[in-house]
Structure formats: C-alpha cells, structure tokens
T-cell receptor
Framework: QKEVEQDPGPLSVPEGAIVSLNCTYS??????FMWYRQYSRKGPELLMY????GNKEDGRFTAQVDKSSKYISLFIRDSQPSDSATYLC???????????FGTGTRLTVIP | DARVTQTPRDKVTEMGQEVTMRCQPI?????VFWYRQTMMQGLELLAY????????DSGMPKDRFSAEMPDATLATLKIQPSEPRDSAVYFC??????????FGQGTRLTVV
C-alpha cells in the first residue's frame, strides 16, 4: 500500500461546477499538506499549502485537512476551463525534507 | 521572477550514452530534489540535498545514476549508461524545508 492514495480519475465536469479532489494517507506523522497543479508538459506548480488540520481558502480554491481521518481535500468553486490540469496532493513530516506525492487526478472542465 | 531552471528541456539519446541534466535552484533555497515522473509510477523521488549535502539517494539506481551539487547554484543528475527504461520526465525542485518545493519545467528524456 502506498503512503498516499489518490484517485487518478479522469474527472470531467461542466464549467461552473464545484470540483472535489481527495487524497488519503496512512502516515500519521504527516504535518504539511500541499496541492500541486500540473499542466500538460509543465512542472508541478504549488497551489495550496497547509500545516496540520483545518481549512485554507485562496480565491476559488479551498484546501481541507482532516488528520483524524487521514484525509485531505481540494475544492474548486466555479470551475473554469483553465482549471483543466492534473492535481497532485503531497505531504511531508515535520522536520523532514522529502515529499510524498499522490499519483494525481486528471481534471477536465468542459466549456 | 524566481524560478527553478532546468536544462535541457528535451533530450533524445541512444541507449548506452551518458546523459547529464542540470538544474539551477532558486537562489537562497537550501534543499534540492530530483524527481522522475512516468505515467505508470507518477512522481518518484530519486535524491535530495540539503545545504549541498546528499541526504537521501535511495530512490536512484546506484549503478547508473549519480547526483551532485558542485555549488549552490548547480545540481546535476547523470545517467551512464542510459537505457530505454530511463525514458521519463525528470524534475528538479528546490525549497526551504517544511514541505515546500518549487519545481522546474522538467527534462523530457527519451532513450532509443
């Protein structure tokens, strides 16, 4: 079993829909939780960064962390065609340097 | 505009040839990572450095891969000899710890 599990999709939604992306993990020592967005033939771009549990909002994006359930989510409101990309979750332990990535969920927003 | 710079962007080489990929981390970042991305495996950590010292290279095939940081502005990843199964996109990322990493645009390697 991988330390981080993520549904690979693909996921297709109409423009304007709310998108929910999720990851589960097994390592209770993870303290830092990130979401990266990767466009085709580009490098992963850091989208959201949270420490420990709770919610973080940035524009149309909301990241949630539930450490008791070992579950993190990324919500995208009013989705746009420009949101079409692969979304990767990543996690790290406190004091550690390396990140553990999910396999990524490919999202397509249809105009 | 601070960014991680990788060269070359694309590389096609014949099996058995040496391949060198270069990375310029963001100035001031003390942690540098090398990742490999394939459709089947996703992002795999090959090696990472902190303050130019290698901390973990357990993800690399030691017989053919090597990673170095000759100075704070340059990280290299070498494959010798290259094999078709090495075909992938190789990413360099840099950060300041605490889980943060900023990625370059990658080197797309094709070994024929």
């Amino acid at each position: 079993q991988k330390e981080v599990e993520q549904d690979p999709g693909p996921l297709s939604v109409p423009e304007g829909a709310i998108v929910s992306l999720n990851c589960t993990y097994s390592n209770s020592a993870f303290q830092y939780f990130m979401w990266y967005r990767q466009y085709s033939r580009k490098g992963p771009e850091l989208l959201m960064y949270t420490y420990s549990s709770g919610n973080k909002e940035d524009g149309r994006f909301t990241a949630q962390v539930d450490k008791s359930s070992k579950y993190i989510s990324l919500f995208i409101r009013d989705s746009q065609p420009s949101d079409s990309a692969t979304y990767l979750c990543a996690m790290s332990e406190f004091g550690a340097n390396n990140l553990f990535f999910g396999t990524g969920t490919r999202l397509t927003v249809i105009p | 505009d601070a960014r991680v710079t990788q060269t070359p962007r694309d590389k096609v080489t014949e099996m058995g040839q040496e391949v060198t990929m270069r990375c310029q981390p963001i100035l001031g970042h003390n942690t540098v990572f090398w990742y490999r991305q394939t459709m089947m495996q996703g992002l795999e950590l090959l090696a990472y450095f902190r303050n130019r010292a290698p901390l973990d290279d357990s993800g690399m095939p030691k017989d053919r891969f090597s990673a170095e940081m000759p100075d704070a502005t340059l990280a290299t990843l070498k494959i010798q000899p290259s094999e078709p199964r090495d075909s992938a996109v190789y990413f360099c990322a840099s950060g300041l710890g605490q889980g943060l990493a900023f990625f370059g645009q990658g080197t797309r390697l094709t070994v024929v």
